[in-house]
């Protein structure tokens, strides 16, 4: 079956600190993975998308993530945390037809 | 103006009541999908249509049904509210497989 896990249900970073938000998937096939970002009274925004090529990807706001199939994961980096960062983070997977699994989200605080 | 607009953005109703929830896009796409998101689980789809003509249930499509009105209008209603259906509602859109899908601000619904 196919699902994806998030670990961490919150994390608080400072601001200037480097970010890494894990992400597991399970799936029988080659995965299409997405980070999508969730703001306060928002919409979800996509960040990146990995769907074949090069592993390390690289998205807007200056986010970044790398697929390892060996792991299966697809964590989401960025080096240096803006307090506008603070957000919830969404990694999610494509199943057939277009529809998306995702996991249950990353709540992440920026301490200034 | 926003490519995927929903309507209302909150409402209160009672348990037994009937609610329509809205979505409108202005992206061209065919596809359009309804999700539930609550804290803690993530995004949960409810039903998804691929055009006019074509509509699927997700995984969690009990106790709610939709109508495609045209490609751009995909309405979500709830026959008899019930409070566990308190929750955040996206209307999300895509074109062909494998892009990305656009989600709108959603709608807080709160069922007393």
């Known amino acids: 079956a196919q699902s994806v896990t998030q670990p961490d249900i919150h994390i608080t970073v400072s601001e200037g600190a480097s970010l890494e938000l894990r992400c597991n998937y399970s799936y029988g096939a080659t995965p299409y993975l997405f980070w999508y970002v969730q703001s306060p009274g928002q919409g979800l925004q996509l960040l990146l998308k990995y769907f074949s090529g090069d592993t390390l990807v690289q998205g807007i706001k200056g986010f970044e993530a790398e697929f390892k199939r060996s792991q299966s994961s697809f964590n989401l980096r960025k080096p240096s945390v803006h307090w506008s960062d603070a957000a919830e983070y969404f990694c999610?997977?494509?199943?057939?037809?277009?529809?998306?699994?995702f996991g249950t989200g990353t709540q992440l605080k920026v301490e200034l | 103006d926003a490519d995927v607009t929903q309507t209302p953005r909150n409402r209160i109703t009672k348990t037994g009541k009937r609610i329509m929830l809205e979505c409108s896009q202005t992206k061209g796409h065919d596809r359009m999908y309804w999700y539930r998101q609550d804290p803690g689980l993530g995004l949960q789809l409810i039903y998804y249509s691929f055009d006019v003509k074509d509509i699927n249930k997700g995984e969690i499509s009990d106790g709610y049904s939709v109508s495609r009105q045209a490609q751009a209008k995909f309405s979500l209603s709830l026959e008899s509210a019930i409070p566990n259906q308190t929750a955040l509602y996206f209307c999300?859109?895509?074109?062909?497989?494998?892009?990305?899908?656009?989600f709108g601000p959603g709608t807080r619904l709160t069922v007393l």
């Open positions: 999300a859109t895509s074109d062909a497989d494998y892009n990305e899908q656009f």
């Open positions: 999610a997977l494509k199943r057939g037809g277009n529809k998306l699994t």
